[in-house]
């Protein structure tokens, strides 16, 4: 019973050990990738160069538009940067092809008069886009806090240098002081101006890394103010407070397109409920629609439609503050 009991606690022992072995390897791991993009990031390109933060206001022409939405791996890869995922086009992609495994699977108990193969590629495209939906929310989301933190983030640096604190330390105070994501985003800048960035650079990377307007007007301001000289807490103060105004237009205007916003909602979900329903009431109404060449011809047309509608209805009111 003895040695039962030491071989028990041997092996827990042992796999305690183990685990905290893992576990301290993959922080250190994790902190060296870290420090070697630091260290990537501050010396790429080594001469310094002028970068216009404020390039993306600038109007495009179609073709540039055409080519920019050609680049997918590119716009794939900035969402996942963007979205605070530690998530890498690998895996994005490998689930996206579970989950149209998963829908194709699913598509063979649907009551649906549709070939198999039709079914099964609907369902699998439908099911397969989720995960790329679910990291495009969180980019979303995360961005939408990211300009919710940012006027309380100006408003502390511009008090920190009133207290007399230098730029770089007033930038260490905020990456400390402010939650997550935007004082994640503060700690990257102030490593990279510790390591010896350029500031041109650091606030050109912070500038992508966070792709709000307000930040390029903020990095803006302070190149700006390093080139001519002004009272750079009394701009941060002035800054601010516009975002805020901007916040406050931001929120009326949301409030009152919001029934524009629900008529497009239920516009959108009423012909889809409407096909679930007769599907589940009455599940081959709708065959000799979609047997018939004419049927599927209208079939194919009121999708057009929805989807055209839809577009129209969300341009109408979606309103740039």
Same mark, same amino acid.
Not at 90 to 113: H, K
Not at 156 to 180: D, K, N, P, Q, Y
Not at 201 to 230: E, H, W
């Given at each position: 019973?003895?040695?039962?009991?030491?071989?028990?606690?041997?092996?827990? /022992?042992?796999? /305690?050990?183990?685990?905290?072995?893992?576990?301290?390897?993959?922080?250190?791991? $994790? !902190?060296?990738?870290? @420090?070697?993009?630091?260290?990537?990031?501050?010396?790429?390109?080594?001469?310094?160069?002028?970068?216009?933060?404020?390039?993306?206001?600038?109007?495009?022409?179609?073709?540039?538009?055409?080519? *920019?939405?050609?680049?997918? #791996?590119?716009?794939?890869?900035?969402?996942?940067?963007?979205?605070? /995922?530690?998530?890498?086009?690998?895996?994005?992609?490998? #689930?996206?092809?579970?989950?149209?495994?998963?829908?194709?699977?699913?598509?063979?108990?649907?009551?649906?008069?549709?070939?198999?193969?039709?079914?099964?590629?609907?369902?699998?495209?439908?099911?397969?886009?989720?995960?790329?939906?679910?990291?495009?929310? +969180?980019?979303?989301?995360?961005?939408?806090?990211?300009?919710?933190?940012?006027?309380?983030?100006?408003?502390?640096?511009?008090?920190?240098?009133?207290? *007399?604190?230098?730029?770089?330390?007033?930038?260490?105070?905020?990456?400390?002081?402010?939650?997550?994501?935007?004082? $994640?985003?503060?700690?990257?800048?102030?490593?990279?101006?510790?390591?010896?960035?350029?500031?041109?650079?650091?606030?050109?990377?912070?500038? +992508?890394?966070?792709?709000?307007?307000?930040?390029?007007?903020?990095?803006?301001?302070?190149?700006?103010?390093?080139?001519? *000289? *002004?009272?750079?807490?009394?701009?941060?103060?002035?800054?601010?407070?516009?975002?805020?105004?901007?916040? !406050?237009?931001?929120?009326?205007?949301?409030?009152?397109?919001?029934?524009? +916003?629900?008529?497009?909602?239920?516009?959108?979900?009423?012909?889809?409920? #409407?096909?679930?329903?007769?599907?589940?009431?009455?599940?081959?109404? @709708?065959?000799?629609?979609?047997?018939?060449?004419?049927? !599927?011809?209208?079939?194919?047309?009121?999708?057009?439609?929805?989807?055209?509608?839809?577009?129209?209805? !969300?341009?109408?009111?979606?309103?740039?503050?």
């Amino acid at each position: 019973m003895n040695l039962i009991i030491a071989i028990s606690f041997l092996v827990i /022992l042992a796999a /305690l050990l183990f685990s905290i072995g893992f576990g301290l390897r993959f922080y250190e791991k $994790q !902190r060296r990738r870290k @420090l070697v993009s630091m260290l990537r990031t501050v010396t790429e390109n080594g001469e310094d160069h002028h970068v216009n933060l404020l390039i993306d206001d600038q109007p495009k022409d179609a073709v540039q538009d055409l080519i *920019g939405e050609l680049n997918f #791996t590119g716009h794939i890869q900035k969402v996942l940067s963007e979205s605070g /995922l530690d998530w890498t086009m690998t895996r994005l992609f490998t #689930t996206m092809g579970v989950t149209f495994t998963m829908g194709a699977i699913i598509s063979g108990w649907i009551p649906l008069g549709a070939p198999p193969a039709v079914r099964a590629l609907a369902l699998g495209l439908c099911t397969g886009f989720v995960p790329y939906f679910y990291v495009t929310k +969180r980019r979303g989301k995360r961005i939408d806090l990211l300009e919710t933190q940012l006027p309380d983030a100006l408003d502390f640096l511009a008090r920190s240098m009133r207290a *007399g604190h230098a730029f770089t330390i007033s930038l260490e105070m905020v990456g400390e002081e402010i939650h997550e994501p935007l004082g $994640q985003e503060f700690r990257a800048l102030f490593n990279e101006q510790n390591l010896g960035a350029s500031l041109e650079r650091s606030f050109a990377n912070f500038a +992508r890394k966070v792709p709000i307007t307000d930040v390029r007007f903020f990095c803006s301001a302070v190149l700006l103010q390093r080139q001519t *000289g *002004g009272n750079l807490s009394e701009i941060l103060n002035r800054l601010s407070q516009i975002i805020r105004e901007r916040f !406050r237009l931001k929120g009326q205007v949301k409030a009152v397109s919001a029934h524009g +916003r629900l008529t497009a909602t239920i516009l959108v979900l009423l012909p889809i409920a #409407t096909l679930g329903g007769l599907m589940l009431t009455s599940p081959g109404y @709708l065959d000799p629609m979609l047997q018939s060449t004419l049927g !599927r011809k209208i079939v194919m047309a009121g999708v057009v439609a929805q989807i055209l509608g839809n577009f129209f209805i !969300r341009k109408i009111i979606r309103i740039k503050v």
